[in-house]
């Protein structure tokens, strides 16, 4: 059995953080996603998703994430029902994230294009936040610098080393 979905969107409010009872953290937000084609009137729809986020996970995604920013989501599609207020069987899908990263640079976040948490909260490479500058800059940290960065010059490349 198999049950991934990855998703590319825009959130369209600030994440909602909140703990259980246990002190657990679950953070909360929708991603708004196009869809590829137009509609009959020539306007594109839009997909509103939820996403679930646990644990050190949501805490960083709170932190980190505002309405508007650019994320993928990495997860599984949960359906659950419970019980409104006027006791009617409400019936709700949502993605639990593994793994978010952050596609766009935020205002003056101080993270990069490219970065992103897994499961695991952080790491190193490109699972961790600030795994990667997505072509912005240089690292300040000249042992990581990336080669194939923009700086300006052309790139001298032999046609026998192309792949194609």
């Known amino acids: 059995m198999l049950n991934r979905i990855i998703l590319i969107g825009r959130l369209t409010a600030d994440p909602e953080l909140r703990y259980t009872s246990s002190g657990t953290a679950v953070a909360s937000f929708t991603l708004a996603i196009d869809r590829p084609r137009v509609n009959q009137m020539g306007e594109r729809e839009t997909d509103f998703i939820n996403i679930v986020v ?42 639990v994230a593994d793994n978010v990263r952050f596609l766009d640079r935020g205002d003056n976040s101080g993270s990069f294009e490219g970065s992103g948490f897994g499961a695991a909260g952080g790491g190193t490479g490109n699972s961790g936040f600030g795994g990667s500058s997505g072509g912005r800059g240089r690292s300040n940290n000249p042992g990581n610098d990336d080669p194939f960065i923009d700086d300006g010059r052309p790139i001298d490349i032999s046609d026998d080393d192309l792949p194609f």
């Open 54 to 95: 646990w644990q050190k996970l949501g805490e960083l995604c709170a932190q980190y994430l505002r309405k508007g920013r650019l994320a993928a989501v990495e997860g599984r599609l949960q359906i659950r029902s419970y019980e409104n207020k006027e006791g009617q069987r409400v019936r709700v899908a949502e993605v």
